[in-house]
């Protein structure tokens, strides 16, 4: 059976990698994201993939993924929460006076709350009365730093903030036949996360916490992400798994 999968952040990365992986099941992709130019080349390279610029952050973003998929699908089969990230690589505000601490703060929680966990909640709360039911799959990306921080504790926050979400989605949705689970990647690269990259230094550390010795590939998350949503993962709902080597075990 063809199911329709809507992937946020979709245009790049982990979400990239989902929807290679989805695509390569025979599904149908509907993929969201703020570039238009980003989300184009990645349906170009995934047949009947759909392109739905908009973003997740405003009601209106949300609004308009849940009109075109109302109007071309009618349904959601798997929802794939894959936008996010840490803010920096978000325009500063001009009017941002980085010498005052409180304001610095004020920004930094604002933007990753945002990004991280009001592009999932908004999106998700728009389309949730057109899950497949039964069989919908709803999917979330958290982050080891859920766990162990990242630094100024928005990021991480920000992530954490999905987990209470996903499990009051769960037992909401449980009765309607559909699951909900988040996955929580550690150090992933080859995504735009990082923008330019790592120091080589930070890049080591974050390897040496992992047991496997190795850093996390976008496929890694992917293939989690679309065992999630498979019918051999129908009885797993409201947990989070873990995809970062057993780096949240800590060494
Ligand atoms: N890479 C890692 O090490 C790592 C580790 C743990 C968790 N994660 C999480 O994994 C997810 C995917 O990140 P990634 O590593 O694959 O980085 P990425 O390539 O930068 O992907 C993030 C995607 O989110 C989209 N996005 C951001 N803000 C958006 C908004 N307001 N509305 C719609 N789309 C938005 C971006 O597209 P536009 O900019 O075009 O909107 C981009 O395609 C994120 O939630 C990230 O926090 C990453």
Not at 58 to 71: F, L, N
Not at 127 to 147: C, E, K, N, Q
Not at 207 to 231: F, I, M
Request: with cysteine.
């Amino acid at each position: 059976m063809t199911r329709t999968v809507v992937i946020s952040g979709g245009g790049s990365g982990i979400g990239l990698a989902a929807a290679r992986c989805f695509a390569a099941g025979g599904d149908r992709l509907v993929l969201v994201g703020r570039r238009s130019g980003v989300l184009e080349r990645a349906a170009a390279e995934l047949p009947g993939a759909l392109p739905v610029p908009a973003d997740l952050t405003t009601p209106d973003g949300a609004r308009t993924v849940a009109e075109t998929v109302a109007g071309t699908f009618g349904a959601v089969d798997v929802l794939v929460h894959g936008a996010g990230g840490n803010g920096g690589l978000e325009p500063a505000p001009g009017a941002l006076d980085a010498s005052d601490p409180l304001r610095v703060a004020e920004h930094r929680w604002t933007l990753n709350f945002r990004l991280n966990a009001l592009t999932a909640v908004l999106l998700t709360e728009a389309l949730r009365d057109r899950l497949a039911s039964p069989g919908g799959r709803v999917l979330f990306v958290s982050s080891i730093a859920a766990y162990r921080g990242s630094g100024s504790g928005a990021y991480a926050a920000s992530k954490a903030a999905l987990h209470p979400y996903a499990f009051e989605l769960a037992r909401a949705l449980g009765p309607r036949g559909v699951t909900v689970n988040v996955v929580a990647p550690g150090y992933v690269e080859d995504t735009g996360f990082f923008g330019a990259g790592l120091p080589a230094e930070r890049r080591e550390h974050l390897v040496a916490e992992t047991l496997n010795g190795r850093p996390g590939t976008p496929g890694d998350v992917a293939e989690t992400l679309h065992w999630l949503a498979s019918h051999a993962a129908g009885h797993v709902t409201g947990q989070v798994v873990q995809v970062n080597g057993g780096a949240q075990l800590g060494r």
